[in-house]
């Protein structure tokens, strides 16, 4: 029977069985389980939210039923969440294994594949079918962490090369402006440009599946391989879908993990016949515009200098009741996004 | 029967199928399954017969199967559907 590991000396087993089998084991997971066999543990599993991770079995317990049991157990975890799809990374060699479970390939990338258990990703893009338009069009992704001046400039001036231009936003909340606010304000600062959408990024861009770094420390190693899955599903999936040939970027000068996004994007979106244009950001005064500039003078309570840096529809909320309460997260908020 | 809550049952052991039900205006099935390119009709008639035996004509009714037999697929659907209805005496 599968279990759950909770106490130290199965993490410890489990820790154990993951790295005889040569992976690393990630303290990263919201839960983890095993298989006891005559007190020794052949098999261990977790999860951490939607992705299934460290999936090991004993050599001598292969090809039984113990990865339909850890699969079972992993799916039942999700029974009173909202997590409806699950993903996993996994090799080459196993992904077969996996499409036996009814895991469908999203991307393979080398010798990494990425799967999705559910419709997740056929149900995302059927919801936004109205959204799809003829002509050639652009998309750009964003946190808007909040909506700036900046923001505004760069979906302006892709709007303007563009039959019509996406605007994919951040899904994720693991920012200081949750996603329904970001959602909201980005859709009132572009609501005056004719050939603007604004649309989630569900699971499929930049988010705790396909990038897991953005949101994490800069220097993982994983960071490359995570960026080009990142880029490739959008460019084999929701490109093709929305009519989407050329992807819009701001250059960026602060963030090292973003930076090395940017420039990753030409040669994977090329090799796919997308191209990526960057555009110069906006300054005020003599720096670039960025939402972490836009959060520092909030922090400062500083809106004079807020005014020149965001749209007035971002002001507004800003001093409403509902944005000023997050002033007080703000105070203690050190994350670069 | 009226489906009114999130259930699921079932495991993803080879010759089983997991069931997942949820409260929806319409009625939606999704199958996925290992030998859906020869057998999707047939899990899709089971599938419906047992919906039409308990009367379901709404929410979303998801399969995962893994080439399980007829009967295993309309125990686990029942199962599955008297965790997600409300009133389960006037079933069967």
Redesign the interface.
Known sequence: MVVRLINERDRQLARQLVEENGFTFEEDYDLLFGKFEDGKLVATAARDHNVFKMICIRESHRGG?CL??L??AL??SC??TDI?NFFIFTTLENRSTF????FTPLVTHGNVCLLE???GLPNYLQQHRALQKNGSNGAVVVNCNPFTLGHRYLIEAAAAQVDHLYVFVVREDRSLFPFDVRMALVREGTADLGNVSVLDTSDYAVSHVTFPGYFLKEGDDRLQLQMEIDLLLFARHIAPFFGITHRFIGNEPFCRTTRSYNETMPDVLGAEGIRTIQLERKLSGDAPISAFRVRKALRNEDYEALRKLVPATTLKYLRSTDGRKLLTSNKNYRRRH | MKIVRKAQAGTMQSSDLMVFLEPAPQLRVEIDSTVKKQFEHLIRRQVEAVLDRLSITSGVIRISDRGALDYAIAARLETGLFRACADQKESL
Not at chain 1, 99 to 102: C, E, K
């Open positions: 039923p339909g049991e699969i079972t799916i039942d029974t009173y409806r499409q036996h479970l009814n258990y559910g419709h």
